[in-house]
């Protein structure tokens, strides 16, 4: 190719001639110029074969100048390789190295050195799509005031103005008016335009997700602290879709052979690119809107043949006026084949019936370029994403918005408007309504007298009336391409109605037509119109089949395709999953602390002096607990406000016990459970006020306990007040616990009665400690012990736990971690979520059913009458004792009856399966027991007190007995000091 620009007029277009751009294709060099895109330059350099298909390796052609181009795919290579993307979007950078690919991408092994990263924004009125519909748009709303956020995928605005920069719109020429909008938005303060974005989803409330890909994308080593995508997540009080439409392509056979192009496609590289894609040009179309196309080619330099599927006696303006144009004109008529297979080499025509049948000798006309349209296809993906209705418009042949969904407006050819006169004004009014709809009504409506055109006739002003013309029929169908990226022909659709399919989402399935990187974008609507003609026969009228009655596909996000990486953003590498630390991390890691992770969560999991292993820090530590005082760094734990009047009914429904009438400034420990009664997690939770509730979840917990919170709230419950905040980061809590944590506690809170008769167990209380900082101070315990937990803004965290570390000094203040917290809570049975319950344990396993309410309902309560729940053997939590007491089992270990073994001996394994009676969870060395022991769910467990079983761990089996579940302290003497 080199600098061949064989094809480049010698005036026009958007691109800048003063910047040359040299790039390589598969090896070649290449040049175009700046605004180029990769298939602009090779069609300018005459490239017009782009590649083989992906499974017939036919030759394949640019059909569009846009995402929705199957054919013309390609990888960039650079510090970041990138396949399977549009040639016909892909902006030509210096140096930019392209391979065309045969459909196939290639994953970059490497390391993506790029940054990635996401931008929250609300917004009043945000508008999708900047042609004359969403400039309008955009430019109406911004100058009521309001904040306006403009979307263009595009790396230029104008849209369909951009092809045809000479049209006159608002009384200047296209181009001018674009950019004198595009001055207008960037100038005003409260408008950001995004080029280069597109809004891939659209969500309840008008959440839209965009990506947006910025500047330097492609080629060369990403500038440090340069974000090569950017997903922009916006919230907007109502949104303007101006998303435009796609033309169809026609079937007929070879329809895929290189040189054959969409009308508008063409229009686009003569307007826009200045390239002229073919000298000897047939234009067949079904509408009006191929005329502008035709003499587009014609004022180039091309010679031209208009054929066209209606018959002359159906009215079309156009066509009226390219006759008096002199340009030569076939109504009636259809291209029915391609000369040709790398190259068009000439097209064939004949006359064709009502059925699209031929029904003369065809002739065949010399052509190095066949454009094609059949039509136009509304972008109703982001309407039909929030569920918005379609309806079939037979005279424009295509599926329109049947009304705009809640907080939306729509603008111009999404909704069957071509005419841009009429785009313009429909724009003005969708900008000024959704301005007003968001609370600013600017200074009204104003005149919009080119928009009051009867909206029939303002629709059909660009496309005239379209003739349903699907396929071209003759031959065997196996060259009459539906999918051009799939390989998927008129042969494969017969194939698929032949055994039985009769949906069109099984259709495409079958056939994988739609599965693309196009996703459908030009095949779907055709194979709707093929399934009219295969199908026609079962029509309950007895009639054809409307595209209507067979419905479309679903339109998923995403619009076009979005990397992972983009989706991912910061979130990798290091940040992948970011650990979290508390306030007094620092104090931990001079301490010497040992850390394990938690969630996210960095925690101290035990803190080892010189000399020591972890076994005797952890023995020292529990030994601190039982007999002395200890505090632990307990901020990790899940925190969530509840606020409203129902606050306290909605807590009755998540826990199996009673939470209405607990009374302020008391706690509760409660349990949640699933609707099937499992357990799903606990905590204690605080009535700080009549309409307030504090409550605390498992640290890993957490998010998934918000976030249940919230599904029922929202989707089961509306009807209640209640509002749901996670507060885990806004408050630090220190556990101080051990027999002597009174006088800790005396000495930060001197103002405070902590006697045993003054504050009661799961009681809390406001105060103000000796160094000045507010606090809420609880009597919780998940030790056993007496214990307290202060609570304190985040940013005093640290010094309060300082602060306690000096008041316990001279008792032996020992600072523990999770390893002991687990010691002491197993000793005394309390169970952790996720650790000693796996999904099938209900409250009555752990033998808590002093903690699911008799007479209230709440999630899971139905369950427990099931017989699943209350026959037959279930897991139940106890303890076990190892014969040998220095043993400490391995957590996972199963648990099997002695006679299991049927004679073994003790070497290697049993030859047969042995059933397991359950197995243990949970599994420590206890200071305050002298020994070994753990926690198991065993089938009947409860029943078996005193049995001994076999556990089974690293080929070997060991003797264990089985033990009530509280092995330390059962009558809970110790709890109040």
């Not at 229009?267 to 509408?287: D, H, I, K, M, S």
């Not at 699209?356 to 982001?382: C, K, N, Q, Y």
């Not at 055994?499 to 399935?509: D, L, P, Q």
């Amino acid at each position: 190719m080199g600098t061949d620009q064989t094809r480049r007029l010698g005036a026009g277009g958007a691109i800048d001639r003063s910047r040359p751009v040299e790039f390589v294709v598969d090896g070649t060099p290449c040049t175009g110029y700046a605004g180029d895109t990769v298939a602009s330059a090779l069609l300018a350099a005459g490239r017009v074969r782009v590649g083989d298909s992906i499974y017939l390796s036919r030759p394949r052609g640019v059909l569009t100048a846009g995402v929705e181009e199957p054919n013309a795919l390609v990888r960039v290579s650079g510090a970041h390789d990138e396949s399977m993307l549009p040639a016909t979007t892909v902006e030509i950078v210096p140096g930019m190295d392209v391979t065309l690919l045969t459909g196939i991408g290639v994953l970059d092994q490497r390391p993506d050195p790029a940054e990635y990263d996401t931008m929250n924004v609300h917004t009043d009125v945000a508008v999708v799509g900047a042609g004359p519909a969403g400039l309008a748009a955009a430019r109406a709303a911004a100058a009521t005031g309001a904040r306006v956020v403009l979307f263009e995928q595009d790396f230029l605005l104008g849209g369909s103005l951009l092809a045809d920069p000479g049209q006159i719109v608002e009384g200047e020429p296209a181009a001018n008016w674009v950019e004198e909008v595009r001055a207008e938005l960037e100038a005003a303060p409260d408008v950001t335009v995004l080029t280069r974005t597109t809004v891939f989803g659209s969500y309840d409330s008008n959440y839209l997700m965009a990506l947006e890909k910025r500047g330097e994308q492609f080629g060369g080593t990403p500038r440090p602290g340069f974000s090569r995508q950017r997903v922009w997540r916006v919230s907007s009080r109502r949104v303007v879709l101006a998303t435009g439409a796609i033309e169809r392509p026609i079937v007929f056979a070879d329809n895929d052979v290189p040189g054959v192009m969409l009308a508008s496609a063409v229009q686009a590289y003569l307007g826009r690119y200045a390239v002229l894609p073919g000298r000897e040009a047939v234009v067949f179309t079904t509408n009006d809107s191929a005329y502008d196309t035709a003499h587009a080619l014609r004022a180039a330099g091309a010679d031209v043949t208009v054929v066209d599927a209606r018959e002359e006696s159906e009215p079309s303006a156009a066509r009226d006026r390219a006759a008096e144009a002199g340009l030569p004109i076939r109504s009636g008529s259809a291209v029915i084949g391609i000369d040709g297979t790398t190259a068009v080499r000439a097209a064939w025509v004949v006359p064709i019936d009502a059925a699209g049948r031929p029904t003369g000798e065809p002739d065949r006309i010399a052509a190095d370029l066949v454009a094609v349209s059949g039509g136009w296809s509304p972008a109703v993906h982001l309407h039909s994403q929030r569920h918005g209705a379609l309806t079939w418009d037979d005279e424009l042949a295509g599926f329109m918005p049947e009304t705009p969904v809640r907080d939306q407006n729509l603008a111009g050819a999404v909704t069957g408007t071509y005419w841009t006169e009429g785009c313009v004004a429909e724009g003005r009014r969708a900008g000024r309504s959704a301005a007003a709809a968001a609370g600013f009504p600017g200074t009204g409506e104003g005149s919009d007298t080119a928009g009051e055109t009867d909206p029939a006739a303002r629709r059909r002003a660009r496309a005239g009336s379209t003739r349903q013309l699907w396929i071209v029929r003759e031959g065997s169908y196996d060259t009459h391409i539906v999918d051009p990226q799939r390989d998927q022909t008129v042969a494969d659709v017969l194939r698929a109605t032949g055994a039985g399919m009769r949906s069109v989402e099984h259709i495409k399935r079958y056939t994988s037509i739609g599965t693309g990187v196009d996703q459908g974008k030009i095949a779907d609507v055709t194979t709707i119109g093929l399934l009219t003609r295969t199908l026609g026969h079962e029509a309950s009228d007895g009639g054809r089949l409307t595209p209507g009655e067979i419905g479309t596909t679903t339109f998923r996000a995403p619009f076009t395709p979005v990397a992972f990486a983009a989706l991912a953003g910061r979130h990798r590498g290091e940040l992948f999953d970011a650990a979290r630390t508390t306030p007094a991390h620092p104090w931990h890691v001079a301490h010497g602390a040992v850390f394990e992770d938690v969630g996210q969560w960095k925690r101290p999991w035990y803190y080892p002096r010189d000399g020591e292993d972890m076994d005797a820090a952890v023995a020292r530590e529990c030994r601190a607990a039982r007999q002395g005082v200890a505090f632990m760094d307990a901020t990790t734990l899940g925190k969530i406000e509840i606020r409203g009047a129902d606050a306290g009914e909605f807590l009755n429904r998540v826990y199996t016990n009673a939470f209405k009438k607990l009374p302020v400034g008391k706690g509760r420990y409660g349990v949640m459970c699933t609707p099937d009664g499992m357990v799903f997690d606990d905590g204690v939770t605080l009535r700080l006020a009549e309409d307030r509730y504090f409550m605390t979840t498992t640290t890993g917990g957490a998010a998934k306990v918000l976030d249940w919170l919230e599904e029922w709230a929202q989707t089961e419950w509306p009807q209640l007040d209640v509002v749901f905040t996670s507060v885990t980061e806004q408050w630090a809590t220190t556990a101080v616990v051990g027999p002597r944590s009174r006088e800790v506690i005396a000495r930060i809170a001197p103002n405070l009665d902590i006697s045993r008769e003054g504050f009661g167990f799961m009681e809390f209380r406001e105060t103000v400690l000796a160094s000045g900082i507010p606090a809420r101070i609880c009597r919780i315990t998940f030790s056993g012990e007496l214990a307290f937990e202060v609570n304190v803004a985040t940013w005093y965290g640290l010094k309060v736990w300082e602060d306690i570390a000096a008041a316990g000094a001279d008792l032996g203040i020992t600072p523990y971690g999770t390893e002991t917290m687990h010691v002491l809570r197993a000793e005394k049975a309390y169970p952790i979520v996720g650790q000693d319950t796996d999904g099938t344990v209900t409250p009555q396993d752990l033998g808590m059913d002093w903690i699911v309410s008799k007479t209230k309902d709440f999630i899971g309560k139905r369950s427990y009458s099931r017989r699943s729940h209350t026959e037959g053997s279930r897991k139940q939590l106890v303890s076990v004792l190892p014969v040998d007491t220095s043993l400490r089992l391995p957590e996972g270990a199963q648990l099997v009856e002695p006679d299991a073994l049927g004679g073994y001996t003790g070497e290697g394994l049993p030859a047969r399966p042995v059933p397991m009676l359950g197995h243990v969870t949970s599994s420590y060395h206890s200071q305050a027991l002298g020994r070994s022991f753990g926690l198991a769910l065993i089938k009947d467990g409860r029943t078996r007190i005193g049995d001994t079983v076999l556990a089974s761990f690293s080929g070997r089996f060991a003797e264990v007995r089985i033990d009530e579940p509280v092995l330390y302290d059962k009558e809970g003497a110790r709890r109040d000091g």
